[in-house]
């Protein structure tokens, strides 16, 4: 067995019940004002938000909130939401939520201290001044932003591109599963197929090595038997499961901060933005090709995945089909489009065969064309 590994992450994850509360030092130690990026919803609604600001107010430490993360976050919005942190002399940034709030956190840190950066100028320009250092507090169970070096926001042009690298590093993770317990069932579903996809992928990817695969197969192993649980009923998980679920998702960030996502993200992000599909769901309904290509480039591997949950590949498939349950109808000038547009696709490269854009475009075709 070949046990050659490298592994780099150097998030501070502080985990378990009451995170927050149990360390609540830190924050003095990153300063005495802090801009709390979120979205709308998730932060209030998981009590996260609350929480933090009562240990704000007992530590005396003064909080500006910037809520305008949407969905898939654009480039401008995290370019404000750095202004306001620039404007509100913040020492440190906290960002709760799911992977859009998360990943657009990292993104205000860096504006923050580097006004030359301006919208998709992130993606070309240099970091000249050290990002403000960010805690992140997660309330779903899939994205593992926590612990990757990986921020995925939206280009001016509506493309969603990803940014990675040391500067996309949160100084903290605060990883309390009990956030996640309020999340309705359908995002429990897509987010754990999120994350199901992260193991999935980043495992079997041409950079992964023998400690991704370890992470990405205790989280395969540890999300499967729920999602066979969320498949046959609508019912919530229990506590326990969604204790379960968060876990596996850091894992599964664990392998992916590693390995990085192959062609099911790559061409995820395109249902993504032209049909509005949400992020897991997009990327896992390309998981049952991506399992062919992985079986095929490394059967060993493949076999020792299907051991650690106790199915076989048909069985998976028709397991992710049902939860993704995703009907669309594209237009072959749309398919035609994709092949074009993922010709310089690099999720193709970080992907286990030579499956291509053209194998691509007869994939969405055979997924989603109707006459
Ligand atoms: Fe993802």
Known sequence: MNYNFSFYMPVNILGGNNALQNNKNIFLSLGKKCLIVTGKTSAKKSGALDELISVFDELDIEYTVFDEITENPLTKTCCDGGKVARNFNADFVVGIGGGSPLDASKAVCVYATNPHIINDGIYTEKVENEPLPLVIIGTTSGTGSEVSGVSVLTRENGRKQSISGKNYYAK????????????????????????????????????????????????????????????????????????????????????????????????????????????????????????????????????QVMNAINSDKESVKELIAQLCDLHLSIPDEKIQGYVTRWETLKNFKNSPTDFNNHDAGMLVKSLFYTE
Do not use: W
């Not at 903290?172 to 197929?193: E, F, N």
């Open 172 to 303: 903290y993770a605060l990883a309390d599963a009990k956030y996640t317990y309020s999340v309705p069932y359908r995002t429990t579903v897509s987010t754990a197929l999120d994350a199901l996809a992260h193991a999935i992928e980043s495992m079997f990817s041409p950079r992964a090595d023998f400690l991704t695969e370890q992470f990405a197969l205790i989280s395969i192993r540890m999300i499967y038997p729920i999602l066979e649980k969320l498949s046959k009923s609508e019912e919530l998980p229990t506590e326990k499961d969604r204790d379960t679920l968060y876990f596996a998702s850091l894992y599964a960030g664990f392998a992916l901060n590693k390995g990085g996502t192959g062609f099911p993200h790559g061409m995820g992000y395109a249902l993504t933005e032209d049909y509005n599909v949400p992020h897991g769901i997009a990327c896992a309904v390309f998981i049952p090709q991506y399992l062919d290509e992985a079986e095929k480039a490394n059967p060993t591997l493949f076999g």
